[in-house]
């Protein structure tokens, strides 16, 4: 008798723990109706979104950004990340309803003297997706000085005094620009192939769904920072093989770089704790994971798994909170901007050729 209790308690407890271990990947069932705020009763719990599904469409996004380009510093400012919750809202979060036409109206109103507060006001949950959409996008489109060869910089400003500052080799031109900031996670000229693979199932170690992009390319291609940020993990996980975790510094968005090259998987000047400005050479693609064992390759197809954690609240960043978003549509998007890298034949490393000050960077941080 005492047996059979024992063996049926070990049964339930095997049953509970496969239950959390599923749990513990799977999306939260949002409806486009969802915000995501918190269901406790108290009136003191912390409120903040639980879960984001973002499939705005890289079509969207070019859209949203050539608008918000186009009017900066006009008495009418599109601002992107406004003009995207609109849609969404309008929308109930499904962009397969997009047209491009809808965003033109939506401007041309704002244009006309029509207020985003007015336009919004009968919607339910635009504040929802604002947040949301902020929380993935914020930071990626501002204010910031890069580097530009001087073929690109008009002639006028190369022969002013105090414009066009050069760099020590004299190559390069710094100049101010507004717009899109971050990068895509492969280096420029370097081809890879992708499609959308997020949410198929994976079963190393335990049962699970892919909560991540994956951009299949060769091993040893520069892989870049999205956004500026610091190194918050870095080292060897069984599931990811080498890998880094980026954190913005708002701390809203967690860039995940996994399957890292085994010998050589980061840029040597990287450490927990390190500052990397978007654009920066992070690492390279390899094919390590699916180990205990340090600096093994058991991943079949070299690729980059990359991967956007959003944090609302710190209580999200592990466990079964986690907030995953598909990043298919973003790494399209941030397509047409790649960062250029060139090889230190002496060091054997690769280094971006056109560098970035981000004002998004704290001053003592830099």
Same mark, same amino acid.
């Given at each position: ?132 959409? @902020?929380?993935? $996008?914020? *930071?990626? %489109? #501002?204010?910031?000085? !890069?580097? =530009?060869?001087?073929?690109? +910089?008009? &002639? ?55 909560? @991540?992009?994956? $951009?299949? *390319?060769? %091993? #040893?291609?520069?892989? !870049?920072? =999205?956004?500026?940020?610091? +190194?918050? &993990? ?133």
């Amino acid at each position: 008798m005492n047996r059979k209790i024992i063996y049926i308690e070990c049964l339930l407890l095997l049953m509970l723990t496969g239950s959390l271990l599923w749990h513990r990947v799977a999306p939260f069932p949002a409806g486009s109706a969802d915000t995501g705020t918190n269901k406790a009763t108290s009136s003191d719990a912390p409120k903040y979104i639980k879960w984001v599904d973002f499939d705005v469409t890289s079509d969207a996004m070019k859209q949203a950004l050539q608008l918000d380009m186009n009017s900066y510093q006009k008495e009418v400012h599109f601002d992107w990340i406004d003009l995207l919750a609109y849609l969404g809202a309008k929308y109930g979060g499904d962009f397969s309803k997009y047209r491009s036409q809808d965003m033109k109206d939506l401007a041309e109103k704002l244009q006309n003297g029509e207020t985003l507060e007015s336009l919004t006001k009968d919607m339910k949950y635009f504040a929802y997706y604002k947040e949301a959409y @902020g929380a993935v $996008l914020g *930071g990626m %489109v #501002g204010l910031y000085e !890069i580097q =530009v060869p001087p073929s690109e +910089v008009p &002639a006028s400003m190369l022969s002013e005094s105090g414009d066009g500052e050069t760099d020590e080799n004299k190559e390069n031109v710094w100049l101010t620009k507004y717009g899109l900031k971050a990068f895509s996670p492969i280096a420029k000229n370097y081809p890879y192939t992708d499609f959308d693979d997020f949410g198929t199932s994976r079963s190393y170690g335990y049962r699970r769904q892919h909560l @991540g992009h994956d $951009l299949m *390319g060769q %091993v #040893g291609t520069p892989v !870049i920072a =999205v956004e500026s940020g610091y +190194v918050e &993990a870095i080292g060897w996980n069984q599931y990811g093989g080498w890998r880094l975790g980026i954190r913005s510094f708002d701390k809203k968005r967690y860039y995940y770089y996994a399957h890292l090259r085994k010998n050589y998987p980061y840029h040597k000047s990287l450490k927990e704790g390190s500052i990397v400005k978007a654009g920066d050479v992070i690492g390279y693609l390899g094919r390590t994971g699916y180990s205990r064992t340090e600096n093994t390759n058991n991943i079949d197809e070299p690729h980059l798994h990359f991967g956007l954690q959003l944090i609302f609240d710190e209580s999200q960043k592990e466990g079964n909170n986690e907030i995953w978003v598909d990043c298919y549509e973003l790494v399209k998007f941030l397509s047409m901007n790649r960062s250029e890298t060139l090889k230190n034949q002496e060091t054997k490393e690769y280094n971006r050729v056109y560098e970035i000050k981000d004002p998004a960077i704290p001053e003592n941080a830099q």
